[in-house]
């Protein structure tokens, strides 16, 4: 096994970290960081979550937790896994462990203290480091070599790895997309090709958490086509077939981004509430994994509809997945007066993502045009004058007719611009209700 040292890092120092390290030594067991926080800090990105092992089992790492005043949840008991709770922030703690039996979407372990039989079950040689407080790397399986040379390999034989647990074939794609250089592993891709047809098997909720992972890499693009050539899209997603409509987005999103021009010209016809946004950049740079699905999909609603039950997606990511289905409406040519009516009615998150999915299928756009376009997505929204309570004022019934009246002189108020005022609209509403009476 070889072994290394890494400099100090802030995050290790850091007092919270430090006070779980304490209480977790206490009695003498050893400690190590593992995981994504030592692959992270070995090639010096940023570390997000901290993970933490030990030998301990779970009910002394409890007691050592409490012990110290640091608060210790059981997360994932059957499995080893304590939260350690310090100054607001999680550490996952998790016993050393050893695999009985597997089925591909679960594992029975034992508890052990072995270092290299922890390391061994997981699933790719750079996911296999682990790091003591002093700073001394262990590296079993060569995964920091392979971690500066941009290769994406598993631990041991690949078909096993996987046959394990088949959402490491995921992992496999994931990992690729944020760390990996061609060419890729033959072997690894072709005990992906194999397995992909147990993809299905997978729970949504899992299946959704690697895929969205994948999609927030710089450019995921080349890793789906790969995952396209090599027969496994199909198994996971068949209507992710327009992967160079979500290669367009990724270009859109890392464009070099220009001062947008003022998405409302000002005028004395302009709404009162008119304002220059904020630049595209500020709106588009930051990578969205559903737009990014949305992008991937063809089929439209139903296509939609089916991926976002698939993948257990809450009811307003999926409506929101439908609703990025078609991205037609919305180009630089309309009229200050429709793009601001359709920021009114779509809100600012969606006109700015469908202003954006635009771009990204446009052929030779303008980009100053779509900059602008993109970037009304900051401009105010005016906000309809009229409350339900008055028409009840006006001596209405509480019913459906008032939703029915206040509805006509919201779609009166929007296609005259959002000009009329409190006073106006109050008058309209009036008009509306002795005619319904």
């Known amino acids: 096994m070889q072994t290394r040292r890494l400099p100090p ?92 039996e597997t089925d591909g979407r679960h594992a029975r372990v034992e508890f052990t203290d072995d270092w290299l039989a922890d390391a061994s079950r997981r699933d790719l040689t750079f996911n296999a480091l682990s790091l003591r407080p002093s700073g001394e790397l262990f590296d079993p399986f060569d995964g920091l070599a392979d971690l500066q040379a941009g290769r994406v390999r598993f631990v041991g034989e690949p078909r096993a790895r996987i046959e394990e647990d088949v959402l490491r074939l995921l992992r ?28 299905p098997d997978l729970s949504g909720e899992r299946v959704q958490s690697e895929l969205f992972k994948l999609l927030a890499a710089p450019d995921p693009a080349p890793v789906l086509a790969l995952m396209r050539d090599r027969d496994v899209l199909k198994h996971l997603l068949p209507e992710a077939t327009a992967i160079d409509r979500l290669a367009g987005l990724v270009r859109v999103e890392n464009a070099s981004i220009k001062p947008a021009q003022k998405a409302a010209q000002t005028s004395e016809a302009a709404p009162p509430k008119a304002a220059e946004p904020k630049t595209a950049e500020a709106i588009a740079a930051k990578p969205d994994s559903l737009r990014r699905l949305a992008a991937l999909l063809v089929g439209g609603e139903g296509a939609a509809r089916r991926v976002g039950e698939r993948l257990k997606l809450s009811g307003a990511d999926r409506e929101r997945l439908v609703q990025l289905g078609d991205a037609s409406d919305l180009v630089p040519s309309l009229d200050e007066r429709e793009r601001r009516l359709r920021l009114y009615r779509f809100g600012p998150t969606l006109f700015r993502d469908r202003a954006l999915l635009g771009w990204a299928i446009a052929p030779k756009s303008d980009g100053d045009s779509w900059h602008g376009l993109v970037a009304m997505a900051e401009a105010p929204i005016p906000e309809f004058p009229l409350k339900g309570r008055d028409a009840l004022e006006l001596g209405l019934a509480a019913g459906p007719e008032v939703g029915r009246l206040l509805a006509a002189v919201e779609r009166w108020w929007t296609e005259g611009d959002f000009r009329a005022d409190r006073k106006a609209c109050l008058a309209r509403l009036k008009e509306l209700a002795g005619r319904a009476g």
Request: glycine content about 8%; proline content about 9%.
């Open 9 to 100: 890092q802030p995050w290790m120092n850091d007092p919270a970290t430090e006070a779980v390290l304490r209480a977790l030594a206490a009695d003498g067991a050893e400690i190590r960081f593992v995981g994504g926080c030592v692959r992270d800090a070995a090639v010096g990105r940023p570390v997000k979550d901290i993970d933490i092992a030990t030998p301990d089992r779970p009910e002394a790492v409890t007691a050592l937790l409490e012990r110290a005043g640091i608060k210790a949840v059981p997360t994932g008991l059957a499995h080893g896994t304590v939260t350690a709770v310090a100054d607001g922030r999680p550490f996952e703690v998790t016993t050393l462990r050893r695999d009985l």
């Open 172 to 199: 496999f794609f994931r990992f690729y997309a944020h760390f990996g250089k061609p060419p890729p592993d033959e072997a690894a891709l072709a005990a992906c090709t194999a397995l992909a047809p147990k993809l």
